[in-house]
């Protein structure tokens, strides 16, 4: 199995690939452009990327692919959709950097309460400033907002009540039950996290429901002077919204991610947050801890293995979770050569479209039962032509 990794990941990915007896191309820089021509010279079978995006084109000109794995949590890098269209599998490498991302929730926590940044900037430019630098709130018995309570939330709030804070909390499938057992408060939205909270860090994955989810509304709602961090996603948040809030209620911002960020590594930059003194901004490096990385390419390698060695996907993230099916064929049948292509043949003829099928194999291998879900019409005719085949001891059809 060919495996192109197109961004820079740890040496132990590689050592456990060739292990498995994978081909590995490895072009860490890859991008745009570049990513297009080298998948359609390598023609792999498996795509490696970690912030590189992958539109598209990539996919439709990677004759050969199966498996892309995105090594991190998120995965709106992707072109998902596409790759569902193509029959190729996307999967992720969900909470292997969570304490690392939690751990640069709290940096930037602690940097906000204390001008941390500022201290620094100051004192390298020559500047004592201890009587301005010295007034401080304070964070314990402070109220911490946690949006989204996946890998990363759950970490975040461990690290919180370390600090002696009170925790509220929201995430579309929190409960005021999963609430208590976490031992935070509950919050119906997250507009009501926002009022309540004098800190709100957002967790949430990016998607077509999480876009914007910090808007206007949720701006207007937070407390003057409250502290707002965003870790996950710069499109879950309306930066007009943000700065607006800044600008009028003297809120402070700690951004991991925003709109608009550098494709490169390393280069010159310009940002009109960057210049704002309200904001501090870090280069997207909630995931980049050796710690982090390490647990994150053994786990694409352990994706990659197990599809190589099992044909399954760990982590996949685009098969469907219900199918179109309305029916289900079962078959009793002996287990001979070329009695299910006789069975599907009778579907093909009928019309009927599979959508989910598996075949068991009773002791001895002398009979089988094939479990076949498919869109279909309640025609019995074509179960007693199905049951007619020859080596077919019976099939019944049940509606969904």
Same mark, same amino acid.
């Given at each position: 199995?060919?495996? %192109?990794?197109?961004?820079?990941?740890?040496?132990?990915?590689?050592?456990?690939?060739?292990?498995?007896?994978?081909?590995?191309?490895?072009?860490?820089?890859?991008?745009?452009?570049?990513?297009?021509?080298?998948?359609?010279?390598?023609?792999?079978?498996?795509?490696?990327?970690?912030?590189?995006?992958?539109?598209?084109?990539?996919?439709?000109?990677?004759?050969? %692919?199966?498996?892309?794995?995105?090594?991190?949590?998120? =995965?709106?890098?992707?072109?998902?959709?596409?790759?569902?269209?193509?029959?190729?599998?996307?999967?992720?490498? /969900?909470?292997?950097?969570?304490?690392?991302?939690?751990?640069?929730?709290?940096?930037?926590?602690?940097? &906000?309460?204390?001008?941390? /940044?500022?201290?620094?900037?100051?004192?390298?430019?020559?500047?004592?400033?201890?009587?301005?630098?010295?007034?401080?709130?304070?964070?314990?018995?402070?109220?911490?907002?946690?949006?989204?309570?996946?890998?990363?939330?759950?970490?975040?709030?461990?690290?919180?009540?370390?600090?002696?804070?009170?925790?509220?909390?929201?995430?579309?499938?929190?409960?005021?039950?999963?609430?208590?057992?976490?031992?935070?408060?509950?919050?119906?939205?997250?507009?009501?996290?926002?009022?309540?909270?004098?800190?709100?860090? %957002?967790?949430?994955?990016? !998607?077509?429901?999480?876009?914007? %989810?910090?808007?206007?509304?949720?701006?207007?709602?937070?407390?003057?002077? +409250?502290?707002?961090?965003?870790?996950?996603?710069?499109?879950?948040?309306?930066?007009?919204?943000?700065?607006?809030?800044?600008?009028?209620?003297?809120?402070?911002?700690? &951004?991991?991610?925003?709109?608009?960020?550098?494709?490169?590594?390393?280069?010159?930059?310009?940002?009109?947050?960057?210049?704002? /003194?309200?904001?501090?901004?870090?280069?997207?490096?909630?995931?980049?801890?050796?710690?982090?990385?390490?647990?994150?390419?053994?786990?694409?390698?352990?994706?990659?293995?197990? =599809? +190589?060695?099992?044909?399954?996907?760990?982590?996949?993230?685009?098969?469907? !979770?219900?199918?179109?099916?309305?029916?289900?064929? !079962?078959?009793?049948?002996?287990?001979?050569?070329?009695?299910?292509?006789?069975?599907?043949?009778?579907?093909?003829?009928?019309?009927?479209?599979?959508?989910?099928?598996?075949?068991?194999?009773?002791?001895? +291998?002398?009979?089988?039962? +094939?479990?076949?879900?498919?869109?279909?019409?309640?025609?019995?005719?074509?179960?007693?032509?199905?049951?007619?085949?020859?080596?077919?001891?019976?099939?019944?059809?049940?509606?969904?």
């Amino acid at each position: 199995m060919k495996v %192109l990794l197109a961004d820079t990941l740890s040496d132990s990915v590689v050592s456990a690939l060739e292990d498995a007896k994978c081909v590995i191309v490895s072009e860490p820089s890859l991008k745009g452009e570049a990513l297009t021509r080298a998948l359609s010279e390598h023609d792999p079978q498996v795509l490696v990327v970690r912030s590189t995006r992958v539109t598209s084109e990539d996919i439709q000109t990677a004759a050969g %692919l199966e498996l892309i794995v995105r090594a991190g949590a998120g =995965y709106d890098t992707i072109d998902v959709a596409a790759a569902s269209g193509k029959g190729v599998f996307v999967a992720n490498c /969900p909470g292997k950097n969570a304490s690392a991302v939690a751990e640069l929730t709290v940096g930037l926590l602690l940097s &906000l309460d204390r001008f941390i /940044p500022d201290n620094v900037m100051d004192a390298r430019a020559g500047t004592w400033n201890k009587a301005g630098y010295a007034k401080a709130a304070g964070v314990k018995g402070r109220m911490f907002g946690v949006i989204g309570t996946g890998n990363i939330g759950k970490e975040v709030i461990k690290r919180v009540k370390a600090f002696d804070m009170n925790i509220v909390a929201w995430s579309r499938s929190l409960t005021p039950g999963k609430a208590a057992d976490l031992g935070v408060a509950y919050a119906s939205t997250p507009e009501e996290v926002a009022a309540t909270a004098d800190v709100v860090s %957002l967790h949430c994955a990016a !998607t077509p429901d999480t876009k914007e %989810l910090a808007n206007e509304a949720f701006f207007e709602a937070m407390k003057p002077g +409250a502290f707002f961090i965003n870790t996950t996603r710069g499109s879950v948040v309306n930066e007009e919204a943000m700065l607006s809030a800044i600008a009028s209620k003297g809120v402070r911002v700690g &951004l991991d991610v925003f709109s608009n960020e550098p494709a490169a590594k390393s280069g010159p930059f310009e940002h009109p947050l960057a210049g704002n /003194p309200s904001v501090y901004l870090t280069h997207h490096i909630g995931a980049s801890t050796q710690q982090a990385q390490e647990a994150i390419a053994a786990e694409a390698a352990r994706v990659i293995i197990t =599809y +190589a060695q099992d044909g399954e996907v760990p982590n996949c993230v685009n098969l469907a !979770t219900q199918t179109p099916a309305t029916h289900q064929l !079962t078959v009793r049948h002996k287990d001979k050569v070329g009695v299910l292509s006789k069975v599907l043949n009778e579907i093909s003829v009928a019309n009927w479209n599979v959508q989910e099928m598996e075949n068991v194999i009773f002791d001895h +291998a002398k009979a089988a039962c +094939a479990y076949i879900r498919v869109d279909a019409t309640d025609d019995q005719s074509v179960v007693h032509r199905i049951a007619a085949l020859d080596d077919v001891f019976a099939a019944t059809l049940i509606e969904l």
